[in-house]
């Protein structure tokens, strides 16, 4: 729930819910600080966050000064919101929503359909632990063929990049962030169980994608068609 907009947001979380958050989240705890000014607080968030952050931006815009300068525009609205923050959720969870909302309009304020790079620039980070985990997990799908790391790295980027929006933010919050159903829910506005059927849905989408590369060192071409709200999406081969 995105809480500091407004006083109706603040009056809906119960004062039992916001001291539980407190108590068991420290990143919550800090926010409070921020709420009260200290400014070291807020600091201690950016350093703990930022990489974080700018990774799964990554992901979602495409590239990775965009990314930056979003991250920024995230902690901009964390500070602005500080005086009327409540904790009615964790404060992760709190953040990748807003996260969520700034890439949302970033991508619609574009005039035209975006080609995404996946490649890394010199220098750059780019989240290399958590791509190692989700190549290493990739590379167990069809272990007939074997990819050095850096290659396997750069097929399991370039397959993240074929799901829809909704997709890609609830692989990256899952894989990245370790987030629960519920937690992921929270951020994308969705239910627990919708949330279940979309991983579902954009693990078959990269199994179709990685498993003609594990298996013959081809990377299939695939398309992923958004329906409706965002929330189904249907497979099609690159020239069908």
Not at 77 to 83: G, I, L, M, Q, S
């Amino acid at each position: 729930m995105w809480l500091g907009r407004s006083g109706e947001a603040a009056l809906a979380i119960s004062e039992s819910s916001a001291l539980n958050y407190e108590l068991h989240d420290p990143d919550v705890r800090l926010m409070l600080e921020v709420r009260d000014d200290k400014a070291a607080a807020f600091e201690e968030l950016m350093l703990r966050y930022q990489n974080r952050l700018v990774t799964v931006l990554e992901h979602l815009v495409g590239r990775r000064d965009v990314a930056e300068d979003l991250a920024q525009e995230v902690f901009l609205r964390v500070y602005r919101a500080r005086k009327t923050y409540v904790p009615g959720s964790k404060f992760s969870t709190w953040l990748f929503t807003i996260a969520n909302n700034v890439a949302s309009n970033s991508l619609r304020s574009q005039s035209r359909r975006r080609e995404v790079n996946w490649k890394t620039r010199p220098g750059e980070s780019t989240g290399a632990n958590t791509l190692d985990q989700m190549a290493q997990a990739a590379s167990s799908l069809m272990p007939t063929r074997q990819a050095d790391k850096s290659e396997m790295c750069e097929v399991v980027r370039e397959a993240i990049g074929t799901l829809n929006e909704r997709q890609r933010l609830a692989v990256l919050l899952s894989k990245f962030e370790n987030m629960s159903y519920e937690d992921i829910a929270e951020t994308m506005e969705m239910t627990p169980q919708a949330i279940k059927s979309l991983l579902s849905r954009a693990r078959g989408n990269l199994r179709a994608v990685l498993e003609p590369y594990l298996e013959r060192g081809e990377l299939r071409k695939v398309k992923v068609h958004a329906e409706g709200n965002g929330e189904s999406a249907r497979r099609t081969d690159d020239g069908e």
